[in-house]
């Protein structure tokens, strides 16, 4: 599959350099075209107006994946690993005995402050919030020790305070407010055995925490009754010290756990964007291929109408391939115009704040439509691969019209 897609896109690149050679081959056919796209103003708009929406949504659907990985790529830090049960894949599903917390925390390859090693023993666990929609939504809820904020740097108080330990305080995501009006600050709610008070919101920069709610994790232990931890987060010396520190969890007969790098980690929970790329996909399909059938319409209607001028052109010595040529770039220039302003409609989501269910740990994934350079290029890409598939044929048409029956129109 991979081969016939990488011989595809050899064709697709050699077909629109000869077009590119063709039009400083030939400028004359290529102006003439040009020109008609300004003297059809009517059916230019149209068209293009129908692509724009197209390259838009393109675009628009992209950047729901992109704000996604960027929530979880953007969380862990390269130094920094998670110890969970083996195969648990989520922290959610694993667990850590309190014993086992003190033998990690006492690994020599942890860096210290003060003499304390840089960990932080964690428990997760899922709490059911409704929307603004009054629709229900699962929301995780993380125990930490007072350590576990200061290993999230890229966390910033907001409004309010921290949580304190032993108060059933909690402190909530500023960006899940709009979406969750029960996460205002000053209300509370019930959860486990206590009733919890929100005392302050904060904001992790689009990383996957502006989708929990933090807590001391004594508080939430004793609230849930649970004896165990979840994981226990650790920062080490450096980077490097990362696959060592593993080998030597995966060695020690006391713990029988394993070691995750946080980046891979959340790497791994960027699979939550799968479903919405595979619907958006399937519907940029279905309105692409209505967007080149318009665009094919327009270009064998200019066809039909310029026949006598493609005559002329072909008396004046042009062959078939450079009539050809400069009617698909017609096409192309008529799709690049809707991509450019596709582009510009896709603006108006940027930074628009949203939210899915991962099928991973079944809570919610708040994040922001991510509009960025590479999402734009891909977009205009999109709309030449638009303006050659539908202008193709229509081009072929001009350029296989015999010059007696050109002459006589």
Do not use: H
């Not at 929609?133 to 200061?150: A, C, F, L, Q």
């Not at 062959?319 to 040529?325: D, S, T």
């Amino acid at each position: 599959m991979a081969l016939f897609v990488g011989f595809i896109l050899v064709l697709f690149a050699g077909y629109l350099a000869w077009l590119i050679y063709a039009a400083f081959k030939f400028p004359l056919p290529f102006v003439y075209n040009l020109r008609s796209l300004w003297q059809r103003k009517s059916s230019t708009i149209t068209t293009a107006s129908a692509i724009s929406l197209v390259v838009g949504i393109f675009i628009v659907v992209l950047s729901l994946a992109q704000g996604i990985s960027k929530a979880f790529v953007t969380s862990g830090l390269p130094n920094q690993a998670l110890v969970m049960r083996p195969s648990s894949r989520f922290e959610l599903n694993s667990s850590i005995t309190r014993d086992q917390a003190r033998i990690i925390k006492s690994n020599p390859l942890l860096a210290k402050e003060e003499s304390d090693a840089i960990a932080s023993a964690e428990v997760i666990v899922i709490k059911l919030f409704n929307k603004a929609d009054g629709v229900g939504s699962n929301i995780t809820v993380r125990g930490m020790e007072p350590t576990g904020r200061s290993m999230r740097p890229q966390v910033k108080l907001i409004s309010g305070r921290w949580f304190q330990p032993g108060l059933s305080e909690v402190t909530v995501p500023v960006k899940m407010q709009l979406r969750f009006p029960e996460l205002a600050v000053g209300r509370s709610f019930k959860m486990g055995s206590r009733e919890w008070d929100i005392v302050g919101t904060y904001d992790a920069a689009g990383s996957s925490f502006d989708s929990e709610i933090w807590s001391d994790v004594n508080d939430v232990m004793q609230a849930f009754k649970r004896e165990t931890y979840s994981t226990v987060l650790v920062r080490l010396r450096s980077e490097d010290d990362l696959r060592a520190f593993a080998f030597q969890v995966d060695e020690e007969k006391r713990l029988k756990l394993e070691s995750v790098p946080e980046r891979s980690y959340f790497k791994e929970l960027t699979k939550a964007g799968d479903p919405i790329r595979i619907i958006g996909n399937l519907i940029t399909v279905i309105l692409s291929i209505g967007a080149m059938f318009s665009a094919m319409n327009t270009m064998y209607a200019s066809v039909a109408s310029r026949t006598k001028e493609i005559g002329t052109l072909r008396a004046l010595g042009y062959r078939r391939r450079e009539i050809l040529a400069s009617f698909q770039w017609e096409a192309i220039v008529l799709c690049v115009l809707g991509g450019l302003g596709g582009s510009l409609l896709s603006f108006l989501a940027d930074g628009i704040q949203t939210g899915t269910t991962s099928f991973d740990t079944f809570s919610d994934v708040s994040f922001a439509f991510t509009i960025t350079p590479r999402l734009l290029a891909q977009g205009l890409f999109f709309s030449v691969g638009m303006g050659i598939l539908g202008g193709l044929l229509p081009a072929w048409r001009a350029s296989n019209i015999p010059l007696t029956e050109a002459m006589k129109a």
